[in-house]
């Protein structure tokens, strides 16, 4: 095994958190411009809605196989070139000319985005090797998160009204710059004992399963659900997934490892993130429309409602991750659904002349939700895992999350009583969070971890 000895360990953590941060904002620094760009570049709600779901898709199919490569090819050398494809496609997204081009560039800048993500958390892990300068090292890192939500919406709304929407892209151009410069400099090369293999097969249906799902989600707004083309694309996705429950048993090293879903606390972990990030992701997309569009606010105002979300994000994660590990993970789950299911309701309400303490009051109960459902989710999924899995598990649910979060966008544009469905997402967020964490929970994911044991039966070697 290759280990590294960082020189100024501090100096990487803050290269790795420079990262997540430009990844993670450039999902909600979006949101707050996307009012602009359908101005200006006469894009439909369609196109709105592919302009945020081609960044979070390809971040979400990617994810996995990045890290992989990273554990083959070198952490640093894979990071350094998620950095440069992440620059340019900021780069490329500042000078779209129409929205197609502008969709294709987020897609660049995604495919950047997955080497940065899984990539940094790996690095971080590997340049503190003491469990308890790791354990803080990785909890900085983590809280970044809900820094870039904080300071998301409202530097994009400084910057569209300041100087147009493509300065929301040009803002990560100099981020980027300094980071390669200092990656190159200070951070050191690492690699997995042991790479996992490729898996194209699996890799190519997760893109068709998924990519089909988003475009008949987005699409059938505009053609209908009996269109031709979007059952076409329905029938497409159902026949991937018959793929990937054929394909992916035979695989030695598969990129989704079926046999993890034997335990309902892994399996219940997938669905709470998809469920719980897909609300998310409504939530980011309509109440920035709502702000803007319903209220009339400008892009600033608009990113100053939604701040009380990334600050109570920012301060809720850290303490939720104690107490998980102190208390376990249920009952941050149940406020979280608790918080969602609520969030949605009042949300119903909201009109174009719902007093502005009654919205940002709403809002609260978006923070707290998301404040409170990351961590429990990660712990969940590794629950009872062995060593060797938990990353897999870790970077699946992390999967799942960016899954949510596309299919939020594409739903938030075709489905009426949409914050009703934001209620109902928080009701079943709450229901997984009673069902996977108990007892039996528990001990299924014990034997499902048996299966990876060395005794057990050998994989196939396809």
Not at 21 to 37: E, F, H, K, N, Q
Not at 68 to 87: E, P
Not at 206 to 227: N, P
Not at 320 to 349: E, I, N
Request: proline residues 6%; contains cysteine; positive net charge.
């Amino acid at each position: 095994m290759n280990v590294p000895t960082a020189s100024r360990p501090g100096l990487v953590l803050a290269i790795c958190c420079a990262s997540i941060v430009v990844v993670v904002m450039d999902i909600s620094i979006v949101t707050v411009a996307l009012p602009s760009i359908r101005h200006d570049l006469g894009a439909s709600v369609s196109g709105l809605q592919w302009t945020v779901d081609a960044y979070t898709l390809v971040l979400a199919v990617f994810l996995v196989l990045a890290g992989s490569a990273a554990d083959r090819f070198g952490r640093k050398r894979v990071f350094r070139y998620g950095l440069a494809l992440f620059g340019l496609g900021s780069l490329l997204c500042s000078l779209a000319p129409g929205i197609g081009w502008l969709i294709a560039a987020r897609a660049v800048q995604a495919a950047g985005g997955t080497m940065l993500n899984p990539v940094a958390m790996a690095i971080v892990a590997t340049t503190f090797p003491a469990p308890a300068e790791r354990a803080r090292a990785i909890g900085v890192f983590g809280s970044m998160s809900g820094l870039a939500l904080a300071l998301g919406p409202i530097l994009g709304g400084a910057l569209v009204d300041g100087f147009g929407w493509r300065a929301v892209f040009w803002v990560n151009v100099p981020i980027i710059v300094a980071a390669l410069v200092a990656t190159s400099v200070f951070v050191p090369e690492s690699r997995a004992p042991r790479a996992r293999r490729f898996d194209p097969v699996g890799q190519a249906l997760v893109l068709l399963v998924l990519g089909s799902v988003v475009c008949a989600l987005i699409e059938a707004r505009r053609l209908g659900w009996t269109s031709p083309w979007i059952l076409g694309l329905l029938v497409v996705a159902g026949l991937g997934v018959l793929g990937l429950l054929r394909c992916e048993p035979r695989r030695a090293d598969p990129l989704l490892e079926l046999r993890l879903f034997r335990s309902i606390a892994f399996s219940s972990a997938i669905v709470m993130a998809v469920l719980a990030l897909c609300g998310f992701g409504i939530f980011l997309f309509v109440a920035t429309q709502y702000l803007q569009e319903v209220r009339g606010m400008t892009a600033l105002a608009a990113g100053l409602c939604l701040l009380p979300v990334g600050l109570l994000v920012l301060v809720l994660s850290p303490r939720t991750g104690r107490l998980v590990g102190t208390r376990g993970p249920r009952w941050p789950l149940v406020v979280a659904g608790v918080a969602l299911t609520a969030g949605g309701a009042a949300a119903a309400w909201l009109g174009p002349a719902t007093p502005l303490p009654v919205v940002l009051a709403t809002f609260l109960l978006f923070g707290v939700f998301l404040g409170t459902v990351n961590p429990p989710i990660t712990n969940t999924a590794v629950s009872g895992m062995p060593g060797s899995m938990a990353g897999v598990a870790a970077s699946l649910a992390s999967s799942g999350r960016q899954t949510g979060t596309t299919l939020g966008v594409a739903l938030a544009g075709s489905a009426h009583g949409v914050w009703w469905l934001v209620a109902g997402l928080g009701a079943g967020l709450f229901a997984l969070a009673l069902f996977g964490t108990g007892r039996r929970a528990a001990a299924t994911a014990r034997r499902a971890a048996s299966l990876f044991d060395e005794l057990s039966l050998p994989r196939p070697t396809g």
